[in-house]
């Protein structure tokens, strides 16, 4: 059984370059979760799919981020125009519909450091 | 506003003794939360949970305590190994409201001194 896993690991961009990362999930989970993690923070939520619909926005996603599940299996987040202070650890987590279990299993998380 | 807080953010502890982590919340609708362990430059690693409609959760060496009326939870670990060193996290969800969000606190880094 793999886990959720995140592609590419690290990222080192340009202010102002685009960047996109993707997310596999554990294969039998339809939801989709992306969070972000800074510095001394714990993760905070960012949105959610449930198989290929996009249920949930934080505010925090602003118009520059987008996020796409497009067959209801992986997932890409894209940051356009980067600035600074995307710097961060961006994690995503998949977890199963059923009701008895609701955790959210966490992949190894995607580092951004933009210049 | 910080709906929650774990107010230690560090904590040492020696090997083979309990390691008592809390974690506090503001939002009474809040029904199921979470522990998860992070290592430097990873994702966090699920450890253990504990539903609105229970008081405790056991899971080995680890146990969580659910105090609805204090709004407080606690994760016990014992006895607490070097492996356990790691910053510990605190979620909690709106599950049964249909809110799949999980909101952390800042964590609190545990260290076992061998």
């Known amino acids: 059984d793999t886990g959720v896993s995140q592609d590419p690991r690290h990222k080192i961009t340009k202010r102002g370059q685009n960047v996109t990362f993707r997310c596999d999930p554990i294969?039998?989970?339809?939801?989709l979760y992306w969070y972000r993690q800074t510095l001394g923070q714990g993760p905070e939520f960012l949105t959610y799919?449930?198989?290929?619909?996009?249920?949930?926005k934080s505010r925090l996603l602003s118009d520059r981020f987008s996020a796409e599940r497009p067959k209801g299996s992986f997932s890409t987040l894209e940051i356009q125009r980067t600035e600074q202070g995307d710097s961060a650890m961006y994690l995503c987590?998949?977890?199963?519909?059923?009701?008895?279990?609701?955790?959210?299993?966490f992949g190894p998380g995607t580092r951004l450091l933009v210049l | 506003d910080q709906q929650v807080k774990q107010n230690s953010p560090s904590l040492s502890v020696q090997e083979g003794r309990i390691s008592i982590l809390n974690c506090d919340y503001t939002?009474?609708?809040?029904?199921?939360f979470l522990w998860y362990k992070k290592y430097p430059a990873e994702g966090p690693t699920f450890l253990i949970s504990i539903s609105s409609i229970k008081d405790k959760n056991e899971d080995g060496r680890f146990t969580v305590f659910l105090n609805k009326s204090a709004k407080h939870l606690s994760l016990h670990i014992v006895p607490s190994q070097p492996g356990d060193s790691a910053v510990y996290f605190c979620a909690a969800s709106e599950s049964n409201f249909g809110n799949e969000k999980l909101t952390f606190g800042t964590g609190t880094r545990l260290t076992i001194i061998p």
């Open positions: 939002n009474s609708m809040f029904d199921y």
């Open positions: 294969s039998e989970h339809n939801r």
């Open positions: 799919f449930q198989n290929e619909a996009q249920l949930e």
């Open positions: 987590a998949s977890r199963s519909s059923g009701r008895a279990d609701k955790t959210q299993y």
